[in-house]
Nanobody, 126 residues
């Protein structure tokens, strides 16, 4: 069992930056692919980014490529999402997720993730 807790959300102006953190419990953090998803009001949850077990591979949705960077520090059981050049359309609740099976093309599929956090709200004003 893994528990994940997100933090770092808030209100920021367009063009600004935020860094989200996701802290995971347990000793097996390095066995999990970690992902970030987001859900805007009235919309379905969508994939943002994911990172492999060692951090050697990262995946990102086209809408955030070049602006968002996912990273992890296994020694700290933490995954980060650095968000730069934020846009109003990035406004959403952001969720961290952990899974043992996501890899490659499946990294963007939320059904591949087993454990989810409660989410942290990011609001980007224009």
């Amino acid at each position: 069992q893994v528990q994940v807790v997100e933090s770092g959300g808030g209100l920021v102006q367009a063009g600004g930056s935020l860094r989200l953190s996701c802290a995971a419990s347990g000793r097996t953090f390095s066995r999990y692919t970690m992902g970030w998803f987001r859900q805007a009001a009235g919309k379905e949850r969508e994939f943002v980014a994911a990172i492999s077990l060692s951090g050697g591979l990262t995946y990102a949705d086209d809408s955030v490529k070049g602006r968002f960077t996912i990273s992890r520090v296994n020694a700290k059981n933490t995954v980060y999402l650095q968000m730069n050049s934020l846009k109003p359309e990035d406004t959403a609740a952001y969720y961290c997720a952990a899974g043992t099976s996501p890899s490659g093309v499946t990294a963007s599929s939320e059904t591949r993730y087993d454990y989810w956090g409660q989410g942290t709200q990011v609001t980007v004003s224009s």
